[in-house]
């Protein structure tokens, strides 16, 4: 009897018979599906789309045309300016903080554009940097958000627990800058963002790994009490100095979780649409499958192996087996460890290799979502076992913004 995985597989290849790999397809079912399910679960606040995890424009804006979704977080400000430019959102917040000047003059010379994009500061240099590019009396009013840190640090800071963001972690620090930036000319504060990365972007169930899991979990229920007292207070006193349009938090690891917080206005996903193999040790939600790449089977080094061409698309962050793509279809494949995933060859071996041919396909997973991206120029869309339509990926669009 044919099993789910069998049955994936079959429809995969069928749908892409007349492709030679390596090529990236993207499942629309599962991935209007998990466009549904997260923003089902945000408690009727809005989604924002993390452009990052996404990287193809059309799909960019087919999750913003689902109910329940609004906004685009970008990761860069060319890229903000691009997708504004080119209709895809008129809101889009830049997640990090910039210091591109060309970008910065072209959003300070353009009012309408201004009005679209939110630049992130956590410090009063980026202010400084800003107006050394177009000082305030000569541009327009840019759109402010501040950076809180999200991060937990018990033991009066001597534990560090998440990834090191901005420098603004207490209220009070939120509040000293909201003043600092509702004072000077040009800017206009409209946003609060904190990324809680330890809750958010970490599995609390890592296969095979029952304690560190456990540990895991009650480091972030002592976290999220912290950040959801040391939140609120930091918006309110962030409120003191300015009106707040928004104040965002979240990702896909925490949706339910942070949209519960009064405090929070809306939240941000993306990796949840293409289902990445890091949300597979979540417990609290795991997104559908839905982005794949496949490659193909060229050599039979040795019994129960076989070698495919490339495969070595890795992740970013730490250099470890988490970070890399994961053989998906047929079950039973798996990463050489002396080799793991190649750039021009991965060797696989398992109980499945006996059944492939040179010729045959492997599909992959990659370890997180947009970065797959990175590695081809399109996206196969399918439905059923038809490519229903191709779409360009940023790099297919001639940008690579990082």
């Known amino acids: 009897m044919a099993t789910d995985s069998d049955t994936l597989r079959e429809r995969l290849d069928r749908a892409t018979a007349h492709l030679d790999p390596p090529y990236a397809v993207v499942d629309l079912t599962a991935f209007d599906a998990n466009a549904a399910a997260l923003a089902g ?9 993390a452009s990052k995890s996404i990287r193809a424009r059309d799909l960019i804006s087919r999750a913003l045309d689902r109910p329940g979704w609004a906004g685009v977080m970008a990761f860069t400000l060319p890229e903000a300016i ?17 210091a591109d000047r060309r970008a910065l003059a072209e959003l300070a010379a353009d009012p309408a554009l201004a009005a679209a994009v939110t630049l992130m500061v956590d410090g009063t240099e980026q202010l400084d940097l800003v107006d050394t590019v177009c000082a305030p009396g000569r541009r327009t009013e840019l759109r402010v958000c501040l950076d809180l840190d ?19 972690h207490s209220a009070r620090a939120a509040g000293a800058l909201a003043a600092t930036v509702a004072a000077r000319p040009g800017f206009r504060l409209v946003g609060l963002m904190s990324y809680e990365a330890q809750i958010a972007g970490l599995g609390d169930a890592p296969p095979g790994r029952a304690a560190l899991g456990a540990a895991i979990r009650i480091a972030q229920r002592g976290s999220w009490r912290e950040l959801l007292a040391r939140r609120g207070a930091a918006v309110a006193a962030v409120r003191e100095h300015a009106d707040l349009e928004f104040v965002n938090g979240g990702g896909t690891g925490s949706v339910a979780a942070t949209s519960a917080d009064p405090a929070v206005t809306e939240v941000t996903a993306g990796s949840g649409l293409y289902g990445p193999t890091l949300f597979d040790a979540y417990r609290a939600w795991r997104p559908t499958p839905a ?22 698309w890795t992740a970013s962050g730490p250099a ?29 071996a398992g109980p499945a290799t006996a059944g492939l ?9 990659h370890a997180k979502a947009g970065e797959l991206c990175e590695h081809v ?13 191709v779409v360009p990926t940023y790099r297919g669009e001639g940008h690579a913004f990082l």
């Open 150 to 168: 999200a991060s937990w640090r018990p033991l009066g800071g001597r534990v560090h627990v998440g990834v090191r963001r901005s420098p603004v």
């Open 41 to 49: 679960r945000s408690g009727g606040k809005p989604v924002r789309a």
């Open 377 to 389: 120029n399109e996206l196969h869309l399918v439905e059923g076992d038809e490519v229903f339509g």
């Open 357 to 365: 041919r040179v010729g045959d396909r492997v599909w992959f997973r």
């Open 320 to 348: 470890e087996r988490s970070r890399l793509p994961r053989p998906w279809l047929p079950a039973g494949l798996t990463l050489v460890g002396t080799e793991g995933a190649g750039e021009v060859q991965t060797p696989l």
């Open 291 to 312: 982005a794949f790449f496949a490659c193909t089977v060229v050599r039979r080094p040795g019994p129960g192996l076989i070698t495919v061409l490339g495969g070595g």
């Open 82 to 98: 691009w997708l504004v430019r080119t209709g895809v959102t008129d809101d889009a917040l830049v997640a990090y903080p910039t």
